[in-house]
């Protein structure tokens, strides 16, 4: 038995994850299928909390929405960072306090604040409309809104530009220049309860630098708020930590984040008297490498390239496509045989863009054989679709070598299931 990544195993030429072996799971599961290893979503957050002993980690829900993954790391006493009222209403189903969780999203409707204000959650307000909805909601119901704003904090980000969040010309957050302008109309506007101040700078960033830039940006208007009068009781940090995709890729880890940016709010707090709480709201970092895509392959086409065509297709991962991602291929049945030859790894998705790995040097590849790809487990399953007439795979969850399905794959009957005929086309 030998490791091939972090903590994927590998015995008799099969990998293994959890103890699983994942030739064994796709008998019994089918495939595609996502498999994803419990013991690992707990060291990855256990991380966090060590390097941040006294932060509150904000899980992003976003990364991936499994009711199970939430539940995991509710237990563990994370918090979340909900995007929508969908992402809301799971975390708390899950059990993630009411307290701990920060709604946030740059064009919320009118419902979704509602629903945040009716259940006491905090909300960080991304506009002045939104602000003004929010008072007036708060108004209606008699209870207060308590509030961050999400700051543009205007810090170039050395990742890929689709996501990199906290440009000047990035969609979200107010303008650094207006923010204390917009805290002054928020503590004079009835219901409204300023009490955070939120930035996020984007994601899969492999340096500490700008996260640097961005503590010392998020400080200097810190000072600004307290002296408004106004008392901070978090200052929320975002999150985009990246990871290693590739093998033996060197990246910071939470402890390396935690000595880069400590130093930088635990000064600031003090020299200013105050002491807020610190949020961080990582998402990638807890769940990517927890996670396996497993797809057999369809056919191998010794063409232009030597094509390896896998039951998987963007529409269960779209990161290679729409990011130019990079996902580490294992042959999963042949997991220590040598490399042999050069493939690509494409899907069955009627898209020249359909590719999940180009010139993979890897053992021979034939029809029937099991391909993991690795680090699937942030916005991998969460922004599936069922494009091409393609019903969703099932997700595992393996602890100790045992299994256990925690979404059963859709079926035809999910494609059909919310459409509706007319009754003229009947
Ligand atoms: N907080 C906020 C406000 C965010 O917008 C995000 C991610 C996070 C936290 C979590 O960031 P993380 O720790 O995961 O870097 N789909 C893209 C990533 C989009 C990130 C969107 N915001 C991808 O597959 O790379």
Redesign the pocket.
């Known amino acids: 038995m030998f490791t091939i990544k972090n903590h994927l195993e590998v015995k008799n030429n099969h990998l293994l994850i959890g103890g699983a072996d994942t030739t064994a799971l796709a008998e019994q599961y089918g495939t595609p299928l996502y498999v994803t290893n419990e013991t690992r979503v707990v060291e990855n957050f256990s991380a966090y909390r060590n390097a941040f002993p006294k932060a509150d980690i904000?899980y992003?829900a976003?990364?991936n929405g499994s009711f199970a993954i939430m539940r995991i790391l509710a237990r563990q006493g994370a918090g979340a960072?909900v995007?929508s009222y969908g992402e809301l209403y799971m975390a708390l189903l899950a059990g993630i306090p009411r307290e701990k969780i920060l709604f946030?999203g740059n064009s919320k409707t009118d419902f979704e604040l509602q629903k945040a204000v009716e259940l006491g959650v905090k909300v960080?307000v991304d506009s002045k409309d939104e602000l003004r909805t929010l008072s007036e909601i708060a108004e209606r119901t008699g209870k207060a809104a308590e509030i961050a704003f999400?700051v543009n904090p205007d810090v170039s980000t050395p990742t890929?530009p689709?996501?990199s969040?906290g440009l000047r010309i990035s969609k979200?957050g107010i303008p650094a220049e207006e923010v204390i302008d917009t805290y002054r109309e928020a503590s004079e506007l009835p219901g409204i309860a300023p009490c955070g101040i939120?930035?996020?700078i984007?994601?899969?960033?492999l340096d500490t630098e700008p996260f640097v830039e961005a503590t010392q940006k998020m400080m200097d208007l810190v000072e600004g708020v307290v002296e408004l009068g106004i008392n901070l009781k978090f200052v929320?940090m975002?999150?985009?930590?990246?990871i290693p995709y590739k093998k033996g890729e060197k990246t910071p880890k939470p402890q390396d984040l935690a000595n880069a940016i400590l130093p930088v709010f635990n000064d600031r707090t003090k020299a200013l008297g105050i002491s807020p709480k610190l949020i961080l709201?990582?998402?990638?970092?807890?769940v990517?490498d927890t996670t396996l895509l497993l797809t057999r392959v369809n056919t191998v086409k010794i063409a232009a390239k030597n094509f390896v065509g896998v039951d998987a297709g963007f529409n269960l991962l779209?990161?290679p496509t729409?990011?130019d991602?990079y996902h580490h291929v294992v042959v999963a049945n042949k997991a220590s045989s040598p490399p042999e030859e050069t493939y690509t790894i494409v899907g069955p998705i009627c898209e020249t863009g359909d590719i999940f790995a180009k010139d993979r040097e890897l053992p021979r590849v034939e029809k029937g054989d099991l391909i993991a790809l690795l680090d699937t487990g942030?916005?991998?399953f969460?922004?599936s679709s069922q494009y091409n007439g393609r019903p969703r795979c099932a997700e595992v969850l393996v602890k100790d070598g045992e299994s256990d399905v925690i979404r059963s794959a859709e079926g035809i009957e999910d494609l059909m299931a919310k459409q509706r005929l007319p009754a003229r086309l009947m």
Request: net charge positive; aromatic share 14%; glycine share 14%.
């Open positions: 904000y992003a976003k990364a960072d995007f946030n960080s999400r890929h689709k996501i969040t979200f939120h930035c996020h984007g994601s899969q960033i929320d975002g999150s985009g930590l990246g709201e990582p998402g990638r970092y807890i990517a779209i990161r729409m990011y991602s942030a916005y991998g969460s922004m």
